[in-house]
Each structure stands twice: as structure tokens, then as C-alpha cells.
């Protein structure tokens, strides 16, 4: 297989796809499932036309996402764009589906990247990202899974577990920005709290609560980003904020922790703060240590180097934040709070500009670019 040729036809498959009407995330992220496929086929049954082929495959990859992407905006649209409190009345057959790519024969990993790809509608970029992961490195996952799944029946449904991480990545990628599924996220696991009794399952619930309670205040009239301690609290939700709490007091008070509900407890006393003053940044950082020692994430150990800062002093907060590892996502970003807070302006403003080079959303990138000119502004006077 000359994947050197392969490589060379791309340009001008994507301009193809693109006067046919197809924007350029959307059929880029066609273009590589097509080439995932033509790696497959091709060394037994090499197509006459490469080219042809290539973009007869890769439009009816578009196509079917544009359908899949359609009917999940039907779905929205009929649930509202806000989510309905209380608990839900049934499981629905998305959320059969979430559990029907959660097969057993797949490992939770490519499970989950399969169910995103396939059920959530999201992008293998927005999938690679929210895994840490190169997107080759997603895409040949993601294909190995439905070359896993080709030939073995759906008829048995994968663990509560996958689901609920598949959950908490949509609702993520929701909640940024890149795609409005925060309120389907919802929707689905609050169908999920009624078919499953686990305490994780309302941490997860809870946690989506949480969170979505401050959405209306995460940013300004202009689209920037409002960071949570400038945020009018006056604009969060608070019959959101309650049913969250009490769904979290009642998983809590089963005694079963694990790291979604530790998350939930986090949101929680931010919500509980009247002010940014009054955040209890103490036991925050205890339920960050109870986080770390649940799941050993590398993010969750960032956010606690932040809340130490806060808790203990920013110098605290550096020496925690020495340990990590620099090339996790956002590290440069905290770094340049931190630095800040101590009062070191100079390498505040140079890690905020660094930081904006790395940042995954435009969004982000303008607020860190803004943060890094105010300090520059400032040490010019």
C-alpha cells in the first residue's frame, strides 16, 4: 500500500467535497475515515480510479455524519434547549445505543471513542482532544473498534461505566461550545439515574447540573470567555444548583465514592461560595486529592495545583504544579495565573501569551491573548 499516493489525492478529494457543499471540519474528518477504509480495502481489491473512489467514499461518510448530526438536533430541539428537572420517565433508544457500542468484545477505551464517533456526533479532532491523543491516533482507533464490532451482534450491552464516560465527554464538548450537547447529555442521564441505581450515575447527574447552572455566565455578550471567579453569580441557575446538591447529598451519603461524585462535590462548593472570596479552597483541595487518588488523572492533579495556589498562596500552588508534567493542555495557562497571583508579571504575561498559542478554542486562545496584553499594558506605565 503506497500511502505516500493516498496522501497526495487528499487535496483534491477535500476540494470536491468542499464544492459539493461540505465545510472543511466536517469533510476533512470524512476524507480521514475514508482513508482509514482505503487502507483496509485496497491492498486485496485496488480500485481502477483511486481518486473516484476516494471521494465516492468519503461523501457518503459526510453524508451520514450531516444525517446522524440531524436527527441528534431533532432530538434536541424536541427536549428544548434547556433540560427538564426532575427524573426522567424511561430509557430512550439513544441511550440503548450508547449502551449497544459499549460492547463487551471492545476494550472501555475504544468503546467509548466508538460511541462518541458514532452516537454523540462528535468529530475524531473533538474525540483526539478530549483524549489527549494525536487525531491519526483516534482515527485508526476508532476504526479498529468498528472493525471489532463488524462482525459480532449487538445484542449485548456494555457496562454502566463506559456510558457514564461516554456521557461526561459529551457533555464536556457541550459545554464548550464546539458542539450544543450539554442538554441532550443531560437528558440522557437523567434516563439513566431511573434505569440505574448507582451513586456514580448521580454524581454524573449532578456534576452535569453543577456545571450547567453557571453556563448563562461563562461568557460575556461578545462571546469572550468569563473565567469563574469574575462570573455575575447572580446569572447562575439556582433551582439547577439545588437538585444538584441534593442528588450529590444522597450518592454521597451512600458511601461509595468514586470520582464523578468527587467532581460534583467540587462544583458544588464553588456553587455554594456567595462569593469568589468565600470558596471554601481547603476542602476543595481535599476533594482534589480524593479525585487524584480515584482516578490518577494528570488534569485533575492541574486543578489541584490551582486550588492549593488558592488555598496556601500561589508559591504553594507553583511547587505543586513543579511536579506535573509541562506538556499537559492548559499547564502554561496555570502557570501564568499562578505567577501572576505571586506577582511576577513579566512571566505571567510570557506564559499567558504561550499559552494562548496552545489554546484549543478560539475562544480561549483570545481570553489568554487578552490576559497576557493587560499585564504587558500594565508594566509599561
Not at 497526495?8 to 467535497?17: D, E, H, M, N, R
Not at 508534567?325 to 492548559?330: A, E, H, I, K, T
Request: proline fraction near 5%; charge should be neutral; aromatic fraction near 4%.
Amino acid at each position: 500500500m503506497d500511502e505516500a499516493l493516498l496522501r497526495s489525492l487528499v487535496p483534491g478529494v477535500l476540494a470536491i467535497l468542499g464544492r459539493r457543499g461540505a465545510d472543511f471540519a466536517a469533510a476533512e474528518d470524512a476524507v480521514q475515515e475514508a482513508l482509514l477504509e482505503a487502507l483496509r480495502v485496497w491492498p486485496a481489491d485496488w480500485p481502477r480510479d483511486p481518486k473516484g473512489w476516494l471521494v465516492t467514499v468519503a461523501w457518503r461518510k459526510f453524508l451520514d455524519a450531516t444525517r446522524a448530526d440531524a436527527a441528534r438536533h431533532r432530538r434536541e430541539e424536541r427536549t428544548g434547549r434547556e433540560p427538564e428537572p426532575g427524573p426522567a420517565s424511561a430509557v430512550d433508544d439513544t441511550l440503548r445505543l450508547y449502551f449497544l457500542c459499549a460492547h463487551p468484545s471492545l476494550t472501555p477505551s475504544s468503546a467509548v471513542a466508538l460511541t462518541l464517533r458514532a452516537v454523540g456526533g462528535l468529530t475524531t479532532r473533538q474525540i483526539a482532544r478530549a483524549y489527549l491523543v494525536p487525531e491519526a491516533t483516534m482515527a485508526q482507533r476508532i476504526s479498529r473498534a468498528k472493525r471489532t464490532v463488524a462482525g459480532v451482534r449487538l445484542d449485548r450491552p456494555g457496562d454502566v461505566a463506559t456510558v457514564l464516560r461516554v456521557l461526561y465527554l459529551v457533555f464536556n464538548e457541550g459545554y464548550s461550545g464546539d458542539v450544543d450537547l450539554a442538554a441532550e447529555a443531560i437528558r440522557l442521564t437523567r434516563r439513566l439515574a431511573v434505569a440505574v441505581d448507582h451513586p456514580e450515575v448521580a454524581g454524573l447527574l449532578a456534576l452535569m447540573l453543577l456545571h450547567h447552572a453557571r453556563r448563562a455566565a461563562r461568557t460575556a455578550p461578545d462571546g469572550s470567555l468569563v473565567p469563574l471567579a469574575e462570573q455575575d453569580r447572580g446569572r447562575w441557575d439556582t433551582e439547577l444548583i439545588a437538585e444538584g446538591v441534593d442528588i450529590l447529598q444522597a450518592a454521597l451519603a451512600r458511601d461509595r465514592p468514586g470520582e464523578f461524585q468527587a467532581q460534583a462535590a467540587i462544583a458544588a462548593l464553588h456553587a455554594d461560595a456567595p462569593t469568589v472570596e468565600e470558596t471554601d479552597w481547603a476542602q476543595i483541595v481535599q476533594w482534589y486529592d480524593e479525585l487524584v487518588r480515584l482516578t490518577g488523572n494528570p488534569v485533575a492533579e492541574l486543578n489541584r495545583a490551582v486550588a492549593v495556589g488558592e488555598a496556601d498562596g500561589p508559591r504553594a500552588g507553583l511547587a505543586a504544579l513543579a511536579a506535573l508534567d509541562d506538556s499537559l493542555p492548559r499547564h502554561a495557562a496555570v502557570a501564568a495565573y499562578l505567577h501572576e497571583r505571586d506577582g511576577d508579571t513579566a512571566r505571567a504575561a510570557r506564559l499567558y501569551a504561550e499559552a494562548a498559542g496552545k489554546a484549543p478554542s478560539l475562544a480561549e486562545r483570545d481570553h489568554l491573548t487578552r490576559r497576557a496584553a493587560r499585564l504587558n499594558a500594565r508594566r509599561s506605565r
